[in-house]
C-alpha cells in the first residue's frame, strides 16, 4: 500500500520559514479553503496554520546548538483522530495514506486534537472546522502542472533541500533511501501511531582534507624574480597610449 509523506532533514533545515508561508498561501486559497488569521498584530495572536516551525537551543553554554524543527500532521498509518471523531470526518485515505479532514461532516468539537499527540490539529475560528497539513493532495494530483511540480507547496519552497515527498513503502523510493541511509527515524513512537512523515537527525558534518592542504606554501607568483618582467627595451605605457 502507499504512504506518502514528508521526510525532514533537521540538519540543514536553517529556520527561514519558507515552508510555512508557502503552505499558507498555497492552501488558504486552495482545496482547503481560507485559513483565518485573527487578531494577527494584537497580543494575543490567532491564526490557522498547517505547518511550523519551532526554534529552540539545545546543549549548555559555550557549546549550545540552534534545532529548527518544522511540524505538521504526521500522518499516521495508525491515526488516533480518526476513531475518535464522532461524525467520520477525519479519515485515512486508502490509496496514498493521507489523513484528510471532510469539512461537510466536521462539526469543531476538538476530540481529534485532544487524541492527537503530535499537537498538529488547529481549529478554525472562522469557518469552525478542524483542519491541518493535506500533503497538498489538490496540488500532488494537479494533472495541470508539470511533473516536477507535483509536490507539496513547503517541499517546493524549502531553500535547502531539507524536505523530501515520497512513498515510504516504496524501498528505492527517495524517502526510504533517505530513512534507511541516514538514521531517519519516527517522532514520539511509543505512542504507537506509527507516523509516516520522518526526521533525518542533526549531525556533524566531515569535512575531508589532503594532508598537502595541511602544509602552508608560498604563491610563486610573489617570490623574488618569479614574476615576469618586461625587457628594458620594451615599449613603455607611455610609448603605447594616447592619453
Known amino acids: 500500500m502507499t504512504q506518502l509523506a514528508l521526510v525532514i532533514d533537521l540538519n540543514v533545515c536553517v529556520g527561514c520559514h519558507a515552508c510555512v508561508t508557502s503552505c499558507k498561501e498555497w492552501n488558504t486559497s486552495g482545496s482547503a479553503g481560507t485559513m483565518a488569521d485573527l487578531r494577527p498584530y494584537d497580543a494575543d495572536p490567532t491564526g490557522t496554520f498547517f505547518n511550523r516551525v519551532q526554534t529552540f537551543e539545545v546543549g549548555e553554554y559555550p557549546n549550545t546548538q540552534t534545532v529548527h524543527f518544522p511540524k505538521s500532521c504526521l500522518h499516521c498509518e495508525e491515526p488516533p483522530c480518526v476513531p475518535v471523531c464522532p461524525t467520520g470526518a477525519s479519515y485515512k485515505r486508502p490509496e496514498d495514506g493521507i489523513v484528510l479532514v471532510d469539512y461537510d461532516k466536521c462539526i469543531g468539537c476538538k476530540y481529534c486534537s485532544w487524541a492527537c499527540p503530535y499537537g498538529v490539529r488547529e481549529l478554525d475560528?472562522?469557518?469552525?472546522?478542524?483542519?491541518?497539513?493535506?500533503?497538498?493532495?489538490?496540488?500532488?494530483?494537479?494533472?495541470?502542472?508539470?511533473?516536477?511540480?507535483?509536490?507539496?507547496?513547503?517541499?517546493?519552497?524549502?531553500?535547502?533541500?531539507?524536505?523530501?515527498?515520497?512513498?515510504?513503502?516504496?524501498?528505492?523510493?527517495?524517502?526510504?533511501?533517505?530513512?534507511?541511509?541516514?538514521?531517519?527515524?519516527?517522532?514520539?513512537?511509543?505512542?504507537?501511531?506509527?507516523?509516516?512523515?520522518?526526521?533525518?537527525?542533526?549531525?556533524?558534518?566531515?569535512?575531508?582534507?589532503?594532508?598537502?592542504?595541511?602544509?602552508?606554501?608560498?604563491?610563486?607568483?610573489?617570490?623574488d624574480g618569479k614574476l615576469p618582467k618586461p625587457a628594458k627595451t620594451d615599449p613603455s605605457l607611455d610609448d603605447v597610449m594616447s592619453w
Open 125 to 223: 475560528e472562522k469557518q469552525k472546522v478542524m483542519k491541518k497539513c493535506t500533503l497538498c493532495v489538490d496540488r500532488i494530483y494537479d494533472p495541470k502542472l508539470p511533473a516536477a511540480e507535483r509536490k507539496p507547496a513547503c517541499v517546493m519552497a524549502c531553500p535547502t533541500s531539507a524536505r523530501l515527498f515520497g512513498d515510504v513503502h516504496d524501498p528505492d523510493s527517495e524517502v526510504s533511501r533517505a530513512i534507511r541511509d541516514r538514521a531517519g527515524y519516527a517522532l514520539m513512537p511509543e505512542w504507537g501511531t506509527q507516523p509516516a512523515n520522518h526526521y533525518l537527525p542533526r549531525r556533524k558534518t566531515e569535512l575531508p582534507i589532503a594532508v598537502e592542504e595541511l602544509q602552508r606554501v608560498d604563491n610563486p607568483l610573489k617570490i
